[in-house]
């Protein structure tokens, strides 16, 4: 089993092989993939090293599946030329995940969406560990409007973003990432702003959220904020539901579905922060209430390390489940 992974001496793609050592995910041959800068390095995995190469000896080695984490831009221009080649594309940008056609897959959520397409887009890190919580409520109680409010992890801009943080604490010179100040601040600004006046990670939100679910109409607004913190994300979600409902029934629901843990005793202070997911690849739940001014709908507290469930760990499942999912056919 041949796996490149293209982007792999990024956050996300350090996080994407150690995931697959966790997981002890059947590689035979490792393809490391960079940009030409990184040429002569390597990278360690399962006690060995392993030569970064390009796109073009990557190719060449005919990949079985490629895990991609290079950015929006080269992901267009290089998915497809993997796909022609018969190997699996798993994308982690947005470049795919609204092309008609590409499935948008969270394996817990909706691996029913998979199709016979080469290239499978994962959603967003904020996406991701929200549609994992809410899910399983829609198909019980019909979600009719979600308004979300995150507190995004500087991981989620990358390396040269957490060098400005602790630049920032440590009063290094550093290459500004963010417009402002990240350290001991928080910037309501995830991603470029668009004609609507929402960010394009706002709106993120909205449309993955809604093909994800495979509901075009739900009602969704969203403010997505950078805060000063390694480790996770965070999310602050009102859901209105369609149908009667209890909280009772809602925590019997989370705390049976896959990947979920539920953290809510608020009076001895446990609930999930960023810190507790840092690491760990489950999404993490907890503040679930009722919303005081909607008998109709309840709050929710939503956490999960970004660089995993977020990206690395998501992606690595959706192999894994397709593997699984080819041997069922052969047999």
Not at 24 to 50: C, H, M, N
Not at 192 to 201: A, I, P, R, S
Not at 236 to 255: C, D, H, M, Q, W
Request: hydrophobic share 40%.
């Amino acid at each position: 089993m041949k796996i490149a992974v293209v982007g792999a001496t990024g956050l996300v793609g350090g996080e994407i092989m150690k995931v697959m050592e966790e997981m002890e995910f059947p590689v035979t041959t490792l393809i490391p993939v960079a940009s030409s800068k990184s040429i002569g390095k390597s990278v360690a995995f399962r006690d060995q090293s392993w030569p970064v190469v390009d796109v073009d000896q990557a190719l060449e080695m005919k990949p079985d599946i490629a895990i991609f984490s290079a950015g929006g831009s080269a992901s267009k221009a290089l998915a497809p030329r993997f796909a022609e080649i018969g190997c699996l594309v798993i994308d982690n940008s947005s470049a795919w995940r609204m092309e008609p056609g590409i499935p948008l897959i969270v394996p817990e959520v909706n691996w029913s969406h998979l199709n016979e397409s080469r290239i499978i887009a994962n959603p967003n890190c904020s996406t991701i560990q929200m549609v994992v919580a809410l899910a399983p409520l829609h198909a019980a109680f019909g979600i009719k409007r979600l308004i979300i409010s995150t507190y995004q992890s500087v991981t989620g801009t990358g390396k040269a973003a957490v060098d400005q943080l602790f630049a920032e604490r440590e009063g290094r010179d550093y290459t500004a990432v963010y417009p402002t100040r990240i350290d001991l601040n928080c910037i309501p600004h995830c991603d470029v702003f668009l004609d609507n006046g929402y960010t394009k990670e706002e709106m993120k939100l909205v449309h993955e959220t809604r093909k994800i679910l495979g509901d075009p109409t739900l009602a969704i607004t969203a403010t997505a904020v950078r805060v000063p913190v390694i480790g996770g994300h965070s999310e602050s979600i009102n859901v209105e539901f369609e149908k009667p409902f209890t909280l009772e029934a809602v925590r019997e629901l989370l705390g049976k579905t896959e990947g979920l843990q539920v953290v809510d005793d608020p009076t001895n202070a446990y609930y999930p922060t960023p810190r507790m997911a840092h690491g760990k690849n489950d999404v993490f739940v907890g503040r679930i209430r009722q919303d005081e001014s909607n008998s109709q709908a309840i709050n929710m507290w939503i956490v999960a390390d970004n660089l995993r469930k977020g990206a690395a760990t998501n992606a690595v499942q959706i192999a894994l489940k397709y593997l699984e999912s080819k041997k069922q056919f052969a047999h």
